[in-house]
């Protein structure tokens, strides 16, 4: 593992080290500049965790599970795919992925935003929430595994792929925004699948228009392939009631 100071950015080399000295160094050097650059990444967990707003790291290689776990405020660009639990609980702060993503990006996620260019694993957005100002957004520009949006609370999810089986199971707040629509018997009981309205176009191209500028070198690497299209190939899943358990009291 080595440290290092280019063009007034802090660089660290992972290599093989243990997770734990890994995230000794990388936060050794947040703490001396604003940005660092981590090479030859190599699975090592719980990059970025808690790291506050104004401070940003660019990882190159495969960050492991639980990256920006807990950050508040902060910005982390992946220049390939990331494993599972992305974002767990994160309260604020900003993830795009030239890649793909794990199981359970976005898991209990509280605000912030999530892009990745490509699909994800089963269980993103689950638990997601929101209160008041703070409504955390996953755009996912290829397809979901199973269980995409489970018992989801609140925020936005919007997916550019195919949806895998049990999308929305247990979902009671927040709204998914599909471009390929569900057949009707895989609509989850207590969601509704409906035609977006004009605020939904509104937040749709606000969204896209992220994602797309997000990975627009990528996509021109590609013959000037992109995955956004336009807003109104869309549907969204939104819970039929804010209570759907409510039966299960007394």
């Given at each position: 593992?080595?440290?290092?100071?280019?063009?007034s950015k802090a660089v660290v080399t992972l290599g093989t080290a243990h997770f734990k000295e890994a995230?000794?160094?990388?936060?050794?050097?947040?703490?001396?500049?604003?940005?660092?650059?981590?090479?030859?990444?190599?699975?090592?967990?719980?990059?970025?965790?808690?790291?506050?707003?104004?401070?940003?790291?660019?990882?190159?290689?495969?960050?492991?599970?639980?990256?920006?776990?807990?950050?508040?405020?902060?910005?982390?660009?992946?220049?390939?795919?990331?494993?599972?639990?992305?974002?767990?609980?994160?309260?604020?702060?900003?993830?795009?992925?030239?890649?793909?993503?794990?199981?359970?990006?976005?898991?209990?996620?509280?605000?912030?935003?999530?892009?990745?260019?490509?699909?994800?694993?089963?269980?993103?957005?689950?638990?997601?929430?929101?209160?008041?100002?703070?409504?955390?957004?996953?755009?996912?520009?290829?397809?979901?595994?199973?269980?995409?949006?489970?018992?989801?609370?609140?925020?936005?999810?919007?997916?550019?792929?195919?949806?895998?089986?049990?999308?929305?199971?247990?979902?009671?707040?927040?709204?998914?925004?599909?471009?390929?629509?569900?057949?009707?018997?895989?609509?989850?009981d207590g969601v509704v699948q409906e035609p977006v309205d004009e605020q939904d176009r509104a937040i749709?191209?606000?969204?896209?228009?992220?994602?797309?500028?997000?990975?627009?070198?990528?996509?021109?690497?590609?013959?000037?392939?992109?995955?956004?299209?336009?807003?109104?190939?869309?549907?969204?899943?939104?819970?039929?009631?804010?209570?759907?358990?409510?039966?299960?009291?007394?």
């Amino acid at each position: 593992m080595m440290t290092s100071i280019e063009n007034s950015k802090a660089v660290v080399t992972l290599g093989t080290a243990h997770f734990k000295e890994a995230n000794e160094a990388v936060r050794a050097a947040l703490d001396a500049t604003d940005t660092v650059e981590l090479r030859d990444v190599f699975a090592q967990r719980y990059l970025g965790c808690g790291m506050p707003a104004g401070k940003r790291l660019e990882i190159h290689g495969v960050p492991g599970n639980d990256m920006a776990c807990y950050m508040d405020g902060g910005s982390i660009e992946v220049f390939g795919n990331a494993q599972d639990q992305v974002a767990n609980t994160m309260n604020h702060g900003d993830i795009v992925i030239h890649g793909r993503v794990g199981d359970a990006a976005g898991y209990g996620m509280r605000g912030g935003r999530i892009l990745v260019r490509d699909g994800c694993g089963w269980r993103v957005g689950i638990h997601m929430k929101e209160f008041g100002a703070h409504r955390p957004v996953i755009v996912i520009g290829g397809d979901a595994g199973s269980f995409l949006g489970e018992y989801m609370a609140g925020g936005i999810i919007v997916l550019l792929g195919h949806a895998g089986p049990y999308v929305a199971r247990g979902m009671h707040g927040g709204v998914i925004y599909l471009r390929h629509a569900l057949d009707e018997c895989d609509v989850p009981d207590g969601v509704v699948q409906e035609p977006v309205d004009e605020q939904d176009r509104a937040i749709l191209a606000r969204l896209l228009g992220e994602y797309n500028a997000a990975f627009a070198d990528d996509f021109r690497a590609a013959d000037g392939h992109a995955n956004a299209s336009a807003t109104d190939e869309f549907v969204r899943l939104r819970p039929a009631t804010s209570r759907p358990y409510a039966n299960l009291y007394t």
